[in-house]
């Protein structure tokens, strides 16, 4: 393991320590200090951003890319108050999970822990420094922030800042530690600091994710990629349905729980397809399509890469089918476990959908853009879990925690 690794992480555990022990008032103002100094700090992030932007944009990156690398005013005035958010909101360590008396007169609970040292691998998205940093401090744990290389003067600044308004508010600002992006070993290194880091969380793209996965010796929460459907039924408000595809779709391409996929039931087909392949594509949306898509201008022939392809760009994939079945059947073919919404009027067709798919998310009647953890009311989310032990979903605070039994007794022996 590298030096520059082990020697963060050691400082890591003596910082969560610190954090273990700290109070609700203690880590509140602490994150109400980096939400101020964020904001106060916005010319300086801006401006390292647009060194990052115009490297990125030099070495030949897809717009798409660069829509998530990119800050503005308004973006860090966004992140910034996700950290109010998150000092807002309960905190989890100490909550009684549950709690009961046993025959024998021991008083038994469960309790929330914080997880201890949390280490974080991702790509683009500097606004994910400041939200990770954020839930993990209020979760009582200290984080090592490893972004890109493509966000690293962005990243450094968000850090120095949020590591000053930590101390000054009197914790230490080691909680919070940016792992150099400049040399790929550290990402290894990290990923292989079993008994200094007690969890890694990757976020960004599938290549990294399974990587992370494949090679990491300490415990992994997968994020996963967002192949992401809606399904319009046959009992659908075709209204409703219209405004649900373009907004699940467009309102923001580059991101997880966009539309990539679009599926249609027959019996509305007639009706619907002229509406939709018109909507998209007044908003420059390229439609690969099936042979009943393809008889519009403009659409191309689909192919299964196409079904499987997580586009994170103004393209979609689309195919028309005969039942709720063989849409369910088409989700669990080619969805990565994300996000998956159906419209239709119908409560059952509603619930077997629902209970069809296998996803972490299913919106009925509802945008796929939903899947967040700020919308759900998480505050900031560290990343959008599509495996199925310990956490599933946006991730907000109480996923960043452990349990801990604590038993009481009066003196009982076995």
């Known amino acids: 393991m590298g030096t520059e690794v082990r020697e963060a992480a050691l400082r890591a555990r003596e910082a969560a320590r610190v954090l273990a022990l700290a109070t609700r008032k203690d880590k509140d103002a602490a994150l109400t200090a980096m ?12 401006a390292a951003n647009a060194e990052d932007v115009a490297e990125a944009r030099a070495e030949g990156t897809p717009e798409n890319v660069i829509d998530r690398l990119a800050l503005d005013a308004d973006r860090v005035a966004a992140f910034a108050g996700g950290v109010r958010d998150i000092a807002a909101l309960p905190d989890p360590i100490g909550e009684v999970v549950r709690g009961s008396t046993l025959p024998n007169g ?8 914080p997880m201890g040292v949390i280490g974080m691998i991702y790509e683009g998205r500097p606004n994910v420094t400041a939200d990770a940093a954020a839930i993990c401090l209020k979760a ?8 890109s290389r493509s966000a690293r003067r962005s990243n450094a600044v ?4 949020m590591r000053d308004a930590v101390a000054s508010a009197g914790l230490p600002a080691d909680a919070i530690q940016a792992i150099s992006a400049e040399d790929r070993s550290t990402s290894t290194d990290l990923m292989t ?7 890694v969380i990757p976020r960004g793209g599938a290549g990294l994710i399974r990587t992370v996965v494949e090679q990491s010796t300490v415990p992994v929460i997968e994020t996963g990629t967002g192949n992401v459907h809606v399904y319009v039924d ?11 595809v373009v907004n699940s779709k467009t309102q923001r391409t580059s991101v997880c729980n ?3 996929s679009l599926l249609v039931h027959r019996k509305v087909a ?5 509406r939709v392949v018109e909507a998209l594509q007044e908003r420059d949306v390229a439609i690969h399509g099936d042979a009943t898509f393809q008889t519009f201008d403009g659409v191309t022939a689909a192919t299964d890469d196409d079904y499987a392809t997580e586009y994170l760009a103004s393209e979609i994939s689309a195919r028309v089918v005969d039942s709720l079945e063989e849409a369910v059947d088409h989700i669990r073919r080619f969805s990565s476990g994300h996000t998956e919404a159906i419209v239709t009027r119908s409560l059952d067709a509603a619930r077997r959908f629902t209970m069809g798919v296998d996803s972490a998310a299913v919106m009925v009647n509802a945008s796929t853009r939903f899947t967040d953890g700020g919308e759900f009311g998480f505050g900031a989310e560290i990343g959008i879990s599509t495996q199925k032990l310990h956490a599933r979903g946006p991730m907000g605070l109480v996923e960043m925690t452990t349990t801990t039994y604590v038993v009481t007794g009066s003196g009982q022996t076995r």
């Open 258 to 260: 966009a539309a990539e």
């Open 193 to 199: 600091a079993r008994g200094l880091v007690d969890l």
């Open 234 to 244: 046959a009992e659908a408000d075709l209204d409703m349905a219209l405004d649900i």
């Open 158 to 161: 968000i850090v120095q800042i």
């Open 106 to 113: 021991l008083q038994l609970q469960q309790i929330r822990v």
């Open 35 to 46: 939400a101020e100094a964020l904001v106060a700090g916005t010319d300086r992030i801006v």
């Open 270 to 274: 007639d009706a619907f397809l002229p």
């Open 140 to 147: 009582g744990s200290a984080s090592l922030l490893r972004g």
